[in-house]
């Protein structure tokens, strides 16, 4: 679509470097789960629920730059945005591995998080530039099925590098991931914004095209579910691990557990992607929300009424993390389809201001859910049964979707 010698990849291949720049994300937070009782000892032992912000600074990081990278992309062309978010994501991995103290740790992952933001937008208004409809729905849900897959080995290989090197080694792995995956886009994948198409980094234009995003009721419904089911996903991210080791008392296999976790999130995304096409992607986001809600409310009263003393309440936090990962697998690819499906003409902008949004907000839900932890899962649990009802009740909303 650039010229005539424009050729797309084979859908096999084109998935799989999807899955990859959505894979940044999984990555950059999965595997420093295994770090954090590390970090906690070395940078805050006063305050140990304050290494989770490892986590949520990046996260923060990646709203703030979705905000800029979608307009960028429109601009620009979606391929110099990645390059230049990648650029970012290794200077501040780098300024990580050297920080000597909590606080630098943080603001250094604030800035991966901003380059992060670069590939993970720009790819997204790639597949929309190639993909429309359930098809894109289709596409969005294999390249989640490698973004699902990734956990299971993420905090492996996390937990891999400190026996070998150390927690901060890790950083070092995050710019031998995106120099990978740079260089795979950077070869492969033709640019799919031509340059007739791009959209000028004008004020005037930017604040139309922002107001046509808030403006429109689909996307700012599907805006406001994506929130709340990030703040799930950051909120479980964040405890799970504490959960794990102080809770149970499992945290030397905890890397084994959340593998087998993530394997099974897994298969949500396959099926999805057999599913969406026929039955489209409302009704799927609805009977997931209700999934959650249903495997919640059970946890919640098993713990409010047993406690964590039992040895078999281990098993129902086990099956109640994996519901919540295995939920995404069928809301966060279709709410993303269902919001750029109308927007195919500022694809860039609305990926960003919704991506910006739902990031941002989910990671305040998370981070707040996080500092609930008080050595028991009940606080977590019960938290997102609420945020799963409310996303509920905005899901019967949602307008049907095209074909």
Not at 16 to 21: E, N, Q, R, T, V
Not at 268 to 293: D, F, T
Not at 368 to 396: C, D, H, R
Request: hydrophobic residues 55%.
């Amino acid at each position: 679509m650039t010229d005539s010698s424009f050729r797309r990849l084979s859908q096999g291949e084109f998935i799989a470097l999807m899955g990859m720049m959505f894979a940044t994300i999984a990555f950059s937070i999965d595997s420093m789960l295994p770090a954090l009782p590390e970090i906690a000892e070395e940078l805050t032992p006063d305050a140990t629920n304050l290494a989770q912000l490892v986590l949520t600074s990046f996260v923060f990081g990646m709203g703030a730059g979705t905000l800029v990278t979608g307009p960028l992309s429109d601009a620009f062309g979606r391929k110099a945005i990645i390059y230049w978010g990648a650029g970012l994501y290794v200077i501040g991995a780098v300024m990580a591995y050297f920080a000597p103290t909590l606080e630098l740790v943080l603001a250094a992952r604030a800035i991966q998080g901003l380059g992060a933001a670069g590939p993970r937008i720009a790819s997204m208004a790639l597949v929309r530039d190639l993909y429309s409809g359930r098809q894109m729905a289709r596409i969005m849900s294999f390249a989640m099925l490698v973004f699902m897959i990734f956990p299971a080995v993420a905090p492996m290989i996390g937990a891999g590098i400190i026996a070998l090197a150390g927690w901060r080694s890790i950083f070092l792995a995050f710019v031998l991931f995106s120099a990978v995956s740079t260089a795979w886009i950077g070869i492969r994948q033709p640019e799919t914004l031509p340059v007739e198409k791009r959209r000028p980094l004008q004020a005037a234009m930017l604040w139309a095209g922002m107001k046509e995003v808030l403006s429109h009721h689909q996307v700012m419904l599907s805006t406001l579910i994506q929130i709340m089911i990030f703040g799930i996903l950051f909120a479980t991210i964040s405890s799970v691990q504490q959960v794990f080791d102080i809770t149970y008392d499992r945290g030397g296999n905890f890397h084994f557990w959340f593998a087998g976790i993530a394997v099974f999130a897994a298969l949500p995304p396959l099926v999805n992607a057999s599913l969406v096409v026929k039955l489209g992607m409302r009704p799927l986001i609805r009977r997931a929300l209700m999934g959650q809600i249903a495997v919640s409310a059970v946890a919640g009263l098993v713990f409010l009424a047993m406690g964590t003393d039992a040895p078999w309440t281990f098993w129902v936090f086990l099956v109640w993390t994996a519901g919540q990962f295995a939920a995404t697998g069928f809301t966060i690819g279709n709410l993303n389809a269902l919001a750029l499906e109308p927007m195919g003409h500022i694809a860039g902008m609305t990926s960003s201001v919704m991506g910006a949004v739902a990031t941002v907000g989910g990671a305040v839900i998370g981070a707040v859910i996080g500092q609930l932890f008080n050595g028991t899962p009940t606080p977590l649990v019960l938290s997102v049964l609420l945020v799963a009802g409310a996303s509920l009740v905005i899901a019967t909303r949602l307008p049907r979707e095209g074909r």
